[in-house]
């Protein structure tokens, strides 16, 4: 399989097609490197509630911050600790169905809930059974999809906590991951796995039965390593993933669709999150340089057709 790139279109106004393509889709982008208001100290995952604001995990600042939808600053709330209110390096949130924040609490080995507001409302898990949550992920019907990078392995829970399923094990085998790093579910209820050590997205039912697998062989990018980070889906349920500083969509015979690139700001991308508007919010941070968050431009309608492709649901 072979990279898709964006075709150009057969006209003769080719420069206003190259004017097009080369343009940015950044909307404008916000934070710095710092602990005040609105700065961050390696930002990772990132979210958007119902009314369009863009919640970020502020790493290792052991917070979340709230921000309007053009990223203007609204409240900040967590402090480091290990009581119920605290936070230890949260890194993955997605919104209930309730509009509420689950967080994973990573050092703490827990899930947390919480208003927009920042009042704790539970927790969900502990060192029995989780070690490193990281990614996470809801259903529509607000179960919890959680990966442990530790145990390389993915956790389902019922709404109230309980584990519904659970599989992975380590190692490079179709039903194995290596530090599975973030996952998204769609209205499927079909559960995606960035599988970062082994390079690949897996696709899973809720009970775990494997129903497809994409490696960098499918994706064909680059000299063919595939540094994966976050993903997500569209409100056509495209996979939308990032891959060496790049975002794509996972079309579903598996290919690459090109999406955004460095030319739109891109640069160490870690988590992306679709807002109902239509945007696309990315975080991204390196060491000592960048950590700040984007929004950017993006039609999901542009890629309607891609779910014309292959279904996901083939068995292996």
Same mark, same amino acid.
Not at 42 to 62: R, W
Not at 84 to 109: F, G, K
Not at 171 to 192: M, W
Not at 271 to 299: K, M, P, T, W
């Given at each position: ?18 004017? $097009? ?17 609105? $700065? ?23 917070? !979340? $911050? ?25 890194? &993955? ?8 924040? %689950? ?34 992920? /809801? ?5 919890? !999809?959680?990966?442990? !990078?530790?145990?390389? &392995? ?35 209820? $079909? ?28 994706? &064909?990018?680059?000299?063919?390593? &595939? ?12 996979? /939308? ?71 996901? %649901? !083939?068995?292996?």
């Amino acid at each position: 399989m072979y990279l898709l790139r964006r075709l150009v279109p057969t006209t003769t106004d080719v420069s206003e097609w190259k004017e $097009q393509a080369e343009a940015s889709k950044l909307i404008r982008k916000f934070g710095r490197k710092g602990k005040g208001k609105g $700065q961050f100290n390696m930002p990772t995952g990132i979210a958007v509630s119902k009314a369009g604001d863009i919640i970020v995990c502020d790493t290792e600042n052991h917070r !979340i $911050q709230i921000f309007g939808s053009e990223g203007t600053f609204k409240h900040k709330f967590g402090t480091r600790g290990t009581d119920p209110d605290n936070l230890c390096y949260p890194i &993955c949130v997605a919104m209930t169905t309730d509009d509420c924040l %689950a967080i994973t609490d990573s050092v703490n080995a827990c899930i947390k809930v919480f208003t927009q507001n920042g009042d704790f409302q539970n927790k969900y898990g502990n060192s029995s059974f989780l070690q490193f949550p990281y990614g996470i992920a /809801i259903s529509h019907d607000n179960f919890m !999809i959680v990966t442990d !990078i530790c145990k390389h &392995c993915v956790y389902v829970l019922y709404p109230s906590g309980g584990i519904c399923s659970e599989f992975g094990t380590y190692g490079s085998g179709l039903k194995e991951f290596d530090h599975p790093y973030f996952v998204a579910v769609n209205r499927e209820k $079909q559960i995606i796995v960035s599988d970062s050590g082994n390079s690949s997205i897996k696709i899973f039912q809720f009970e775990g039965k494997l129903l497809r697998v994409f490696s960098n062989k499918d994706f &064909c990018v680059g000299d063919n390593f &595939c540094a994966l980070q976050g993903l997500c889906t569209d409100s056509h349920d495209n996979t /939308i993933l990032i891959c060496n500083n790049t975002v794509y969509i996972v079309t579903k015979n598996g290919r690459l669709w090109e999406v955004l690139t460095s030319k739109d700001g891109l640069n160490y991308p870690k988590c992306v999150a679709f807002s109902n508007s239509g945007r696309l919010i990315v975080s991204q941070s390196v060491a000592s340089d960048r950590h700040e968050a984007l929004i950017l431009e993006y039609n999901a309608e542009d890629y309607k057709s891609l779910n014309s492709l292959l279904l996901y %649901a !083939i068995s292996v």
